[in-house]
């Protein structure tokens, strides 16, 4: 304990001297904490512009633009023709654009079927998606009012009319995100993402940074010729400053903020400190596979952005292509995430998670596989300098 000590002191003053530290590691989680909180705060975006070019002018096609207009997600544009529409689509500044054919109540009124044209911006993903299901959705409501009109007209009773129009009625529940709130859905994986992919640059920055300046020899020393000391000693201060840190995104999102958590918040500590582990033990892995700083960050920044995309909370790994299908077991934030699912929004406790914990402590077994490179490169000083 006493060179684990000497390399803890030594470490404390390195990390005093060099701001970049605490500048990556509390300064960029407070960063994103606050840009993805305050950016996805209204949970849904609303008001969305949809230009719509009314070429009918009738009675039919105003109360269809009214009750777009009504919905949260729509605010209505309206334009004389469709060039400067198109236009207006094209700069960005519609996420999606209707146009409402002359004749379109004469039509409805003969039963020759009109047809809507409209045009969606699907460069801006969310926006443009939310906005095609706002209009289509309309769209089928007004066609439903259309037929309930008809049908009325030729005598028939309104529970006939709703079979007709609805023969199957949907009852949907949305567990765990009732609200449909974007921020619920993208923050409680976005943020420890971020958490992940700081521990794993710092770890390795931090080991690497002895090679570049050529101080591994006297970290060495200092901690009595042993690197299971040294490294101990070394990331002892990083482990409870990424603790803290975890632990204090947790609270900000299931207590402060209140996001939806059918389980316990102790067990989403338990998680958060797994993947903290784990991420650690991932970063000396990779430091000690590529014993050379700028090449091990490299490969850590690339590992890190692809837990993201591998994860599952965007697209499901099953509907991944089947050769992919087993590339997120080896990220930590893809079982942070099956955990998440299982606890915070099932509810299911230890049954439902111990396999992911499982696996985040397989993740501890990689920094020895490397344990012996790693202290061959620190003796020798192998590192190629500019």
């Given at each position: 304990?006493?060179?684990?000590?000497?390399?803890?002191?030594?470490?404390?003053?390195?990390?005093?001297?060099?701001?970049?530290?605490?500048?990556?590691?509390?300064?960029?989680?407070?960063?994103?904490?606050?840009?993805?909180?305050?950016?996805?705060?209204?949970?849904?975006?609303?008001?969305?512009?949809?230009?719509?070019?009314?070429?009918?002018?009738?009675?039919?096609?105003?109360?269809?633009?009214?009750?777009?207009?009504?919905?949260?997600?729509?605010?209505?544009?309206?334009?004389?023709?469709?060039?400067?529409?198109?236009?207006?689509?094209?700069?960005?500044?519609?996420?999606a654009c209707i146009v409402i054919p002359e004749e379109f109540n004469a039509d409805i009124q003969a039963s020759r079927q009109p047809h809507i044209g409209y045009?969606?911006?699907?460069?801006?993903?969310?926006?443009?998606?939310?906005?095609?299901?706002?209009?289509?959705?309309?769209?089928?409501?007004?066609?439903?009012?259309?037929?309930?009109?008809?049908?009325?007209?030729?005598?028939?009773?309104?529970?006939?009319?709703?079979?007709?129009?609805?023969?199957?009625?949907?009852?949907?529940?949305?567990?765990?995100?009732?609200?449909?709130?974007?921020?619920?859905?993208?923050?409680?994986?976005?943020?420890?993402?971020?958490?992940?992919?700081?521990?794993?640059?710092?770890?390795?920055?931090?080991?690497?940074?002895?090679?570049?300046?050529?101080?591994?020899?006297?970290?060495?020393?200092?901690?009595?010729?042993?690197?299971?000391?040294?490294?101990?000693?070394?990331?002892?201060?990083?482990?409870?400053?990424?603790?803290?840190?975890?632990?204090?995104?947790?609270?900000?999102?299931?207590?402060?903020?209140?996001?939806?958590?059918?389980g316990s918040i102790w067990w989403m500590f338990l998680d958060i400190l797994l993947l903290v582990a784990a991420a650690q033990a991932a970063g000396m892995f990779?430091?000690?596979?590529?014993?050379?700083?700028?090449?091990?960050?490299?490969?850590?920044?690339?590992?890190?952005?692809?837990?993201?995309?591998?994860?599952?909370?965007?697209?499901?790994?099953?509907?991944?292509?089947?050769?992919?299908?087993?590339?997120?077991?080896?990220?930590?934030?893809?079982?942070?995430?099956?955990?998440?699912?299982?606890?915070?929004?099932?509810?299911?406790?230890?049954?439902?998670?111990?396999?992911?914990?499982?696996?985040?402590?397989?993740?501890?077994?990689?920094?020895?596989?490397?344990?012996?490179?790693?202290?061959?490169?620190?003796?020798?000083?192998?590192?190629?300098?500019?």
């Open positions: 304990m006493k060179e684990i000590y000497q390399v803890l002191r030594r470490e404390i003053r390195i990390f005093r001297q060099r701001p970049l530290y605490i500048l990556a590691s509390v300064g960029v989680m407070i960063f994103n904490a606050v840009f993805y909180l305050t950016f996805m705060q209204d949970g849904l975006p609303h008001d969305l512009p949809v230009g719509i070019v009314d070429c009918d002018r009738s009675s039919t096609s105003r109360s269809f633009c009214q009750q777009l207009d009504a919905t949260q997600l729509g605010k209505v544009l309206y334009y004389d023709d469709l060039h400067a529409a198109r236009l207006d689509l094209q700069r960005g500044k519609l996420t045009y969606v911006n699907s460069l801006y993903f969310v926006g443009g998606a939310l906005s095609y299901s706002n209009i289509l959705t309309m769209v089928n409501l007004t066609n439903g009012a259309v037929q309930r009109q008809v049908l009325r007209a030729r005598g028939v009773n309104e529970r006939e009319i709703l079979a007709r129009i609805q023969p199957i009625v949907l009852d949907a529940h949305q567990i765990g995100n009732t609200t449909t709130s974007y921020g619920v859905y993208l923050n409680s994986v976005i943020l420890p993402g971020v958490l992940e992919m700081i521990v794993i640059l710092i770890t390795v920055y931090a080991i690497g940074s002895e090679l570049k300046y050529g101080t591994s020899r006297h970290l060495m020393q200092t901690a009595g010729g042993s690197i299971v000391k040294a490294l101990t000693g070394k990331m002892a201060i990083y482990t409870l400053i990424f603790t803290v840190l975890g632990i204090t995104l947790e609270l900000l999102l299931y207590h402060w903020l209140h996001y939806p958590i059918k990779i430091i000690g596979l590529f014993p050379n700083l700028r090449l091990a960050v490299s490969v850590s920044a690339i590992y890190s952005v692809l837990g993201f995309s591998l994860a599952g909370f965007t697209l499901p790994a099953e509907a991944m292509m089947p050769v992919l299908q087993g590339f997120p077991a080896i990220f930590p934030l893809r079982h942070y995430y099956l955990f998440y699912v299982q606890e915070a929004i099932f509810g299911s406790g230890f049954a439902g998670w111990w396999q992911q914990v499982v696996c985040l402590l397989l993740f501890l077994g990689l920094p020895p596989i490397v344990m012996r490179r790693l202290e061959d490169a620190y003796i020798n000083e192998r590192y190629e300098r500019d």
